[in-house]
């Protein structure tokens, strides 16, 4: 009778089991490299990163004021009474108060008499936004916005009225690296109620108002 086949081996030799690889670690030279890659990576996008933060940093902010304006002249419409908005020092304060010149949010309240100050017995606040980041910078024309029953905006003595807001950064009105468009956020309210957002750098430079 035959034997069966063996399968020669070398002395010394253990044989490896089926479907298993050697575990090969890096070497130095490719260690250096990655960390080389890894560097240039950073020092190309981290300034991109902090561009890229900047802009949606001040994107949030001049979209939340929109929101705050389009609510609080939906609320008049619906309530049919005068409803504010105003900017506050605290906007997380238990009885916030309206301010004038640099705050760190925003109010919308029922305003029954349209004197843009709230009054003991008032219906609760509708809503609040805030605190902004502290890099950005606020900026208006006045200190507050009421709109009637109709939707638009009630006249209200001057410094008190407003009809523009700027919110910027730093970099002031310049425009965006790599864009025509400036950095900062201006919103238009027109008398019809109606707010909407510009970046359009003639515009915003046109306003005369200091951002910083």
């Known amino acids: 009778m035959g034997h069966p086949e063996q399968e020669s081996r070398s002395p010394g030799r253990r044989a490896r089991a089926p479907g298993s690889s050697r575990i090969r670690g890096f070497t130095l030279v490719e260690l250096l490299i990655v960390?080389?890659?890894?560097?240039l990576v950073l020092a190309i996008g981290a300034?991109?990163?902090?561009?890229?933060?900047?802009?949606?940093?001040?994107?949030?902010?001049?979209?939340?004021?929109l929101a705050a304006l389009q609510q609080a002249r939906t609320e008049a419409i619906k309530r049919q009474r005068p409803v504010a908005l105003c900017g506050t020092t605290d906007p997380t304060?238990?009885?916030?108060?309206?301010?004038?010149?640099?705050?760190?949010?925003?109010?919308?309240?029922?305003?029954g008499n349209?004197?843009?100050?709230?009054?003991?017995?008032?219906?609760?606040?509708?809503?609040?936004?805030?605190?902004?980041?502290?890099?950005?910078?606020?900026?208006?024309?006045?200190?507050?916005?009421?709109?009637?029953?109709?939707?638009?905006?009630?006249?209200l003595p001057d410094g008190i009225g407003a009809g523009r807001i700027l919110i910027c950064d730093e970099r002031g009105t310049a425009l965006q690296?790599?864009?025509?468009?400036?950095?900062?956020?201006?919103?238009?309210?027109?008398?019809?109620?109606?707010?909407?957002?510009?970046r359009d750098p003639d515009t915003l430079d046109g306003w005369g108002l200091s951002c910083g």
């Open 35 to 39: 960390i080389v890659i890894a560097a």
């Open 47 to 65: 300034p991109q990163f902090s561009e890229f933060r900047r802009n949606s940093r001040l994107a949030g902010a001049s979209n939340d004021l």
């Open 177 to 198: 690296a790599g864009s025509t468009q400036s950095a900062a956020r201006g919103i238009a309210i027109a008398r019809t109620g109606r707010a909407s957002i510009t």
């Open 114 to 155: 349209a004197d843009c100050q709230r009054s003991s017995g008032d219906p609760p606040l509708i809503r609040r936004e805030g605190p902004i980041d502290q890099a950005l910078h606020t900026a208006a024309d006045g200190s507050c916005v009421v709109f009637a029953p109709t939707g638009f905006t009630i006249d």
């Open 93 to 111: 304060a238990s009885d916030p108060a309206c301010a004038a010149g640099s705050v760190a949010g925003w109010i919308v309240f029922e305003d």
